[in-house]
């Protein structure tokens, strides 16, 4: 068996919705099947080299997960209402960018209902279905709303957080802790009852559950996030792929996305 070095500035993995899903990552010119190599040794090697994922400019630092400073601080990807849409002027031709804002935010948003380690509420462009919910490694996703943009999805989501949380539980997601009790279209209705009459309209009656299946061997009994800024190498066998993490033996763990930039060294069997 040969094996060979793949290099390239990381982004997160792209996803195809499958049994198991497909994840892909794509390396300069190289694209690595990554649902494949489960099971088997994986090392990666982080250079030290670090290109911003929006305009490319060598940084030593990255912000917001591949971006440098004056990025983070002007580039509508990293505007307040990545985080709070609820915040978001898109559909008032304002924000950062109004262009990009036009073509990213001033589209139909599905505000939707995943179990992971528990039930959470989210929010996502509608084009984003199902790829958002394998990114936070949801079980099971299904859609509470589709809304005209992402301002009115945030409101939404808002209003539901009272009732949902509306984040991730990442260690006990990652373990496979998934709560199995619930059953998610009798909580949808709940939450949709605990509406003001001003969302109704946006009600989906789409009921359809999608499940989620990722490629894994086994699961950690505990977790332990590497850092590659301060151990640059991370090898061994790959258990499992879930969201964009790399679940190695032993629980070693690695969100690829949280270093999108970074320049590093892989090596594939093949």
């Not at 990552?25 to 649902?35: C, N, P, Q, S, Y």
């Not at 528990?118 to 589709?146: H, L, M, N």
């Not at 009272?162 to 199995?180: C, G, I, P, Y």
């Amino acid at each position: 068996m040969e094996t060979r070095v793949l290099e390239g500035n990381l982004r997160k993995m792209q996803t195809e919705l499958a049994a198991p899903i497909q994840y892909t990552l794509k390396l300069g010119e190289d694209k690595i099947d990554m649902t494949s190599l489960v099971g088997t040794h994986f090392k990666m090697r982080f250079t030290g080299q670090i290109n911003c994922v929006n305009c490319g400019r060598a940084t030593k630092k990255s912000f917001a997960q591949g971006s440098c400073f004056p990025c983070f601080r002007d580039s509508p990807n990293n505007a307040e209402c990545i985080i709070r849409p609820e915040l978001c002027r898109a559909h008032l031709g304002e924000g950062r960018d109004p262009e990009w804002e036009e073509r990213n935010h001033n589209q139909p948003h599905v505000v939707y209902l995943a179990i992971s380690s528990g039930i959470k509420v989210g929010v996502t462009r509608e084009t984003q279905v199902p790829y958002r919910w394998i990114d936070q490694g949801a079980s099971r996703a299904v859609k509470i709303a589709v809304t005209e943009n992402r301002y009115q999805a945030g409101m939404m989501e808002v209003a539901l957080k009272e009732f949902a949380s509306d984040k991730t539980h990442w260690q006990r997601m990652l373990k496979n802790e998934v709560a199995t009790d619930i059953d998610i279209i009798e909580a949808k209705d709940s939450l949709i009852d605990k509406l003001d009459e001003e969302f109704m309209e946006l009600v989906s009656d789409d009921d359809e559950v999608t499940e989620l299946n990722y490629p894994s061997i086994r699961f950690p009994e505990k977790v332990k996030s590497h850092n590659l800024d301060k151990e640059p190498i991370i090898e061994g066998t790959l258990e499992a792929i879930k969201g964009q993490y790399l679940l190695f033996e032993g629980g070693k763990v690695i969100n690829i996305r949280k270093y999108g930039g970074y320049f590093v060294e892989i090596e594939v069997e093949s």
